[in-house]
């Protein structure tokens, strides 16, 4: 009836939606909308503050900055390459190596191992989380980079030096160093939120395998694990975005050297790693630009990885598997 | 039994014994870093670590009193941001959301994760600091608030996802509204993954150091109020270590080691506080 | 139970808010790491003697004392390396530098073997961080150390992977004296090294010379005093070898002393000088000339009278060289330029 009424002020559309928002759901839908939204305004300014703040470099350099070598803050020659190089070849490495460890643990711990147990180890690697890096680059140096100086990458000179990646005097320090520090800081990640997911495969699913005849691990690696691909795989991306950026511990051990080698006994850079090292020293705008420059470069790479990353869930994707 | 039972019997075996090996492996790794930095950090640690200011270059003694309350009040105020934002965010994705803003927001959230900490450090100085003309707590506090918001948000939806239909469809059934539904029922449910979540990105920017070195930057003193720098145990971890003097060494420890206690002490309050709801199934 | 946990959770989190703001004036610095001891010491003992002021100064790098000063975020800045006339010209207030105290970068080593004190040309060291000479038994370097038993292994380069103002002054010195280091690498607190492992800060070049057999770095002078290690004796430009200390720091300086220019920008590496160490350096406070607020400049001038009388009796005891005479007093009369 009110709505018939025409001319009085509101208007009966507007009138039906402040009806509806008088409702808690919408109430609910706006508001969460509304910090929902803020990420995406976060994300924009964040993007707009390193496009504003790298404008001279871009301008200077265009697209040869991904393909350069030289980073020569002296003679304002910047290149983004062997800082790329780095980062991938460190985060590939602690990826290689921590997956198959962190997702064998985190099998492990969920399906095999005591409750108790499983909780109580869960609860101790979250803690890892809180170990500031500086103290693993720190635990790194007195630990890792010994340890590989004088007994790992010998080893495998003897025995793989025929390859062209275990060649090289062996400093301690370099891609090895940084891969195996990052490998060990990303592992709880891994572990820990595989084991949460492979928790919550329902019970049916394993009892069904069973029940079929297959033996504990073929139940566990051809059925509970792809149910919870999902979930996994974002454990990895998690793992790897952390790898990514992480700076302190890998300054620490990685030789800080930016140049392209093949063998992974050489010194490296990384871009997050250089970033550190320089951003509070860059005097001169156009080096500060390269290195905010270098920031988005290091945001692109993270922006392509995970394409990557969606698409291969995509494709891989199976029916009756929990979603991401 | 055919051979190929065998077979399946012994990879069985093999396959089994692996993950039980990555397990050790993983723990062992645990404990000596846990153990290294518990061994190292204890040694240093007294009362003046937690009551006395840090003494100037080349004195021994003196303590991180300010940092910690630092890295408390920075603590604070990351969480002030991160939590509401991630976890109603969270539920937007899970309960809310429509397709395409779903999707934006999901990618947005991924690569906030993916940002490395120094470029979130840069972003809030050119944001904060370079226009109010001064380092401050407030800038720290932001910083790493909005690191925190990625995996609040992730973990939020992903748990929400998992409570089991029924449970919604029973409220449903009942009369109750979707928010009251989502209020009532699903959030108590998924109460312990999410709690366990916050948890994990409070512990991950607990030990951040590199957004902070241009945010709070650092002090030697109190800091009075919020517009201050402020020193905090990540950053005052930093300097020590590299530092030459070898009592900076064992403070950088100690400091290690009241940090990670600290996060463990929140943790464990924080699960006694918010413990109930419907536990997760377990198989 | 859960309520009193709720109860002390609350109060852990509500007690910073508690501390109420201190009455000090609070003063903020940041910049170089080279006089960090001695900075620090300072801030301290003037603390002591004024309770109500705090100067807060953080190492953050020479780089980064510029830069922070430039843009406003902190009083006062420090560095190295003088301001370039391009820097000083993007001030929006006029920037005054004002030197403090005289360091030096000395050459230190790791060779299984060795355990004298080594001798270096100003070749020998320019040739090794160009890395065309690549083994200790070079005879540019077994030359000027006979007697010493130098084995045929590789040289492995260790320098700052951080901008620093070590950096800065090591190739300062580089660049006056090898033409190829000036044309190729130039002078910077962050070079395009040639050859070499980056190690960060003091502690990380420290470390890695530690750890690498036959290994070569350059590190701050009170450093290496501090950690007993073993550095060189370089040669000046007179052609004696000198090891850096108190005495040939403060020789290094006494020529600039009596030719200091007005803004005191000045480089004194390889200077003349029969006893003078040729890596040494002066290092300065960013004063603006400028300031809005009174009480910070009451505050910074009078540190600055009390720094460059009281202040210099702190400094030999850190393995810092004092400042000339001539220069106290030039800067003293300086101080009326700080508005």
């Given amino acids: 009836m009110a709505m018939a009424r025409a001319g009085s002020g509101w208007g009966p559309r507007a009138r039906a939606l402040v009806r509806r928002l008088r409702s808690g759901d919408e109430i609910a839908h706006l508001v969460t909308f509304l910090f929902a939204g803020s990420i995406l305004l976060i994300v924009g300014l964040l993007l707009n503050e390193l496009w504003v703040n790298s404008a001279l470099a871009r301008h200077k350099f265009g697209w040869s900055f991904f393909f350069t070598r030289v980073w020569d803050p002296v003679f304002e020659q910047f290149g983004a390459l062997p800082f790329i190089f780095g980062t991938l070849v460190t985060s590939a490495l602690a990826l290689l190596i921590a997956v198959p460890v962190g997702l064998g643990a985190a099998i492990f711990l969920a399906e095999l191992a005591p409750p108790r147990i499983s909780d109580t180890l869960a609860f101790l690697l979250d803690l890892l989380a809180a170990v500031p890096s500086v103290i693993y680059g720190l635990i790194g140096i007195f630990t890792v980079v010994p340890l590989l100086r004088e007994y790992v990458e010998p080893f495998l000179k003897a025995t793989l030096g025929f390859l062209p990646l275990f060649q090289g005097p062996a400093y301690g320090v370099g891609f090895l160093a940084a891969g195996v520090l990052l490998a060990v800081m990303i592992v709880p990640f891994i572990i820990s939120v595989s084991r949460e997911v492979l928790l919550a495969v329902p019970r049916e699913q394993r009892e069904a395998a069973l029940a079929l005849g297959a033996t504990r691990w073929e139940a566990t690696w051809k059925v509970v694990v792809p149910f919870a691909r999902a979930g996994i795989f974002g454990s990895i991306f998690l793992a790897l975005a952390r790898a990514l950026g992480e700076t302190m511990a890998v300054t620490m051990v990685i030789g800080n050297a930016p140049q392209i080698a093949a063998s992974l006994f050489a010194p490296g850079y990384s871009i997050a790693a250089v970033i550190a090292n320089e951003f509070t020293e860059a005097t001169g705008d156009l080096y500060l630009h390269a290195l905010v420059e270098l920031g988005l470069v290091l945001f692109l790479l993270t922006f392509v990885l995970n394409g990557l990353a969606r698409l291969l869930i995509l494709l891989t994707a199976r029916r009756g598997g929990a979603h991401a | ?283 | 139970m859960r309520k009193i946990l709720s109860v002390l959770l609350a109060g852990v989190l509500l007690f910073p808010l508690c501390l109420a703001g201190a009455d000090a004036l609070l003063v903020n610095g940041a910049g170089a790491t080279f006089p960090y001891p001695i900075y620090s010491k300072w801030f301290d003992e003037y603390h002591k003697k004024f309770p109500d002021i705090q100067i807060n100064y953080q190492s953050i790098g020479s780089g980064g004392g510029i830069r922070q000063v430039l843009a406003g975020t902190v009083d006062f800045g420090a560095t190295d390396g003088p301001m370039t006339d391009e820097q000083l010209s993007q001030a929006k207030t006029k920037i005054l530098h004002f030197p403090t105290v005289l360091g030096a970068a000395v050459p230190t080593y790791n060779i299984p073997g060795v355990t004298g004190e080594l001798n270096f040309t100003p070749e020998a060291l320019a040739g090794i961080f160009l890395g065309k000479i690549t083994k200790w038994s070079d005879p540019a370097i077994a030359g000027a150390n006979r007697g010493v038993n130098l084995p045929a292994a590789d040289i492995v380069v260790i320098h700052r992977s951080d901008g620093s103002g070590t950096t800065y002054i090591w190739t300062d010195y580089l660049c006056k004296v090898s033409e190829e280091w000036k044309t190729r690498v130039g002078k910077g607190a962050s070079p395009n090294w040639p050859v070499g492992l980056g190690g960060k800060g003091n502690e990380g070049v420290t470390g890695l010379v530690k750890q690498t057999p036959n290994s070569i770095g350059y590190v701050e002078l009170i450093y290496a005093v501090q950690n007993n290690l073993p550095y060189g004796r370089v040669r000046n430009s007179s052609g004696t070898f000198v090891k850096a200390d108190l005495a040939s720091v403060t020789a290094a300086a006494a020529g600039a002393a009596k030719t200091m220019p007005d803004d005191f920008r000045v480089s004194i590496t390889d200077p003349p000088g029969k006893s003078a160490y040729p890596i040494a350096s002066f290092t300065w406070l960013l004063i603006p000339s400028e300031f809005q607020d009174a009480k910070k400049r009451e505050v910074l001038v009078g540190f600055l009278r009390w720094m460059l009388t009281e202040g210099q009796k702190h400094a030999a005891p850190l393995a810092y060289a004092p400042l000339p005479k001539e220069v106290v007093d030039k800067e003293m009369k300086a101080l009326a330029q700080i508005r």
């Fill in chain 2, 1 to 283: 039994m055919s051979f190929r039972r065998r077979w399946r019997k012994s990879v069985n075996a093999v396959m089994l014994s692996v993950t039980g090996i990555s397990a050790l492996v993983a723990v062992s790794v645990l404990f000596f870093i846990l153990g290294y930095l518990v061994w190292h950090g204890a040694r240093a640690l007294n009362w003046d670590f937690f009551t006395k200011l840090p003494k100037p270059v080349g004195e021994t003694g003196g303590g991180m009193a300010n940092a910690i309350v630092g890295s408390a009040k920075l603590l604070l105020l990351a969480s002030l941001v991160g939590v509401p934002v991630g976890l109603l965010g969270g539920v937007y994705l899970a309960e809310f959301g429509g397709r395409t803003v779903s999707f934006a927001v999901r990618y947005a959230t991924d690569l906030l994760n993916g940002v490395p900490s120094i470029v979130i450090g840069i972003f809030a100085y050119t944001m904060i600091v370079l226009r109010t003309k001064h380092f401050s707590t407030i800038a720290g506090g932001l910083a790493l608030g909005v690191m925190m918001i990625p995996i609040a948000v992730r973990s939020t939806e992903e748990f929400l996802r998992g409570v089991p239909r029924e449970l919604r469809e029973g409220a449903m059934a009942l009369g109750a509204s979707k928010w009251k539904t989502i209020a009532t029922v699903v959030a108590p449910a998924a109460y312990r993954g999410i709690m366990t979540a916050v948890l994990l990105a409070l512990a991950r920017v607990a030990g951040e150091t590199a957004p902070l070195l241009f945010t709070a930057f650092s002090n030697r003193f109190w800091s009075p109020g919020w517009n201050q720098p402020t020193a905090s145990l990540p950053v005052m971890i930093f300097t020590y270590a590299i530092a030459p003097y070898e009592d900076w060494h064992q403070q950088a420890w100690a400091a290690g080691l009241v940090l990670l206690g600290l996060v463990l002490a929140t943790s464990l309050i924080a699960r006694a506080v918010l413990s109930r709801g419907v536990p997760m199934r377990r198989s």
